[in-house]
T-cell receptor, first 116, second 115 residues
Framework: NAGVTQTPKFQVLKTGQSMTLQCAQD?????MSWYRQDPGMGLRLIHY???????DQGEVPNGYNVSRSTTEDFPLRLLSAAPSQTSVYFC???????????????FGPGTRLLVL | DQQVKQNSPSLSVQEGRISILNCDYT??????FLWYKKYPAEGPTFLIS?????DKNEDGRFTVFLNKSAKHLSLHIVPSQPGDSAVYFC??????????????FGKGTKLSVKP
């Protein structure tokens, strides 16, 4: 199993550009989520999904869109990048996620994004 | 307002000694707590967890203690090894309280274990 994979590892964008951060997992996990990590801020939840076709907002959803057309993939879209979106982005997944209550989330290696 | 607090940004410990990392929380509805370890340029990896019905959970060198009345948990690493040097995140979830089990993270504590 590859676990949770993320591409690209690093990206530089100009303000106003759009891009999609890819996330895939091969563990048949129902729950997937996106976090951003900023210096001194810990990890903050952007969006999450409890299964294919179902998504919901987390703590910091503004400026980001998600969709979940398959169990394996959960892309994060930046429609118009802003310098405030410079961060490290982590995707995570767990077997059944919030509806079982006590599940361990497995994280990908992260995407480092710089918006100029 | 922060619901999960790790008030020590960093901790330095000698190899072989005990490392104690602390975490406080404000939401009494939290019912599951986890510790993650993160090395630079890698994603967080799960370390150990504890349910609110327990006050201690042990896994090898790692032990987590939960004090519900004080809304406090701690991670003990004994003995500490240089490979334990990483950032440690405390996380909590409250499935029945409305967060649907999504994890809420503290800001992390950077542990340095010196040989």
């Amino acid at each position: 199993n590859a676990g949770v994979t993320q591409t690209p590892k690093f990206q530089v964008l100009k303000t106003g550009q759009s891009m999609t951060l890819q996330c895939a997992q091969d563990m048949n996990h129902e729950y997937m989520s996106w976090y951003r990590q900023d210096p001194g801020m810990g990890l903050r939840l952007i969006h999450y999904s409890v299964g294919a076709g179902i998504t919901d907002q987390g703590e910091v959803p503004n400026g980001y869109n998600v969709s979940r057309s398959t169990t394996e993939d959960f892309p994060l879209r930046l429609l118009s990048a802003a310098p405030s979106q410079t961060s490290v982005y982590f995707c995570a997944s767990s077997y059944s996620g919030p509806y079982r209550g006590h599940e361990t989330q497995y994280f990908g290696p992260g995407t480092r994004l710089l918006v100029l | 307002d922060q619901q999960v607090k790790q008030n020590s940004p960093s901790l330095s410990v000698q190899e072989g000694r005990i490392s104690i990392l602390n975490c406080d929380y404000t939401n009494s509805m939290f019912d599951y707590f986890l510790w993650y370890k993160k090395y630079p340029a890698e994603g967080p990896t799960f370390l150990i967890s504890i349910s609110s019905i327990k006050d201690k959970n042990e896994d090898g060198r790692f032990t987590v203690f939960l004090n519900k009345s004080a809304k406090h948990l701690s991670l003990h690493i004994v003995p500490s090894q240089p490979g334990d040097s990483a950032v440690y995140f405390c996380a909590a979830s409250d499935y029945y309280g409305g967060s649907q089990g999504n994890l809420i993270f503290g800001k992390g504590t950077k542990l340095s274990v010196k040989p």
